[in-house]
């Protein structure tokens, strides 16, 4: 089991940036991927961002790529989301998750079902 806590979220203008925090404990070492969601008021939670423990391979939603980028800190066990021109429409619950038992290797799942251990999240509200 991981133990996933999200920092970071607030209040923003349109235009503006914020920085995502998640920090990971407890058997750290399983931890394949590490990925971001985000889910809005009456939305379905939906893929953001991962990033892969070792190699350091990245993938992103077609609606933040060039905008956001996700890094991480392996001494540290911890990956942020450092997020740039953000919309309103970015608005939402962004959720930290750990994904421990990958269906297949070098590749990098966005689907929530792939992803194990889930953080409380942190809201991040845009004003237009």
């Known amino acids: 089991q991981v133990q996933l806590v999200e920092s970071g979220g607030g209040l923003v203008q349109a235009g503006g940036s914020l920085r995502l925090s998640c920090a990971a404990s407890?058997?750290?070492?399983?931890?394949?991927?590490m990925g971001w969601f985000r889910q809005a008021p009456g939305k379905e939670r939906e893929f953001v961002a991962a990033?892969?423990?070792?190699?350091?391979?990245?993938r992103y939603a077609d609606s933040v790529k060039g905008r956001f980028t996700i890094s991480r800190d392996n001494a540290k066990n911890t990956v942020h989301l450092q997020m740039n021109s953000l919309k309103s429409e970015d608005t939402a619950v962004y959720y930290c998750a750990a994904d421990r038992t990958p269906l297949r290797y070098r590749t990098i799942a966005v689907s929530i079902n792939e992803y194990e251990d889930w953080g409380q999240g942190t809201q991040v509200s845009v004003s237009s």
């Open positions: 990033i892969r423990s070792s190699a350091g391979t990245t």
């Open positions: 407890g058997r750290t070492s399983s931890i394949y991927a």
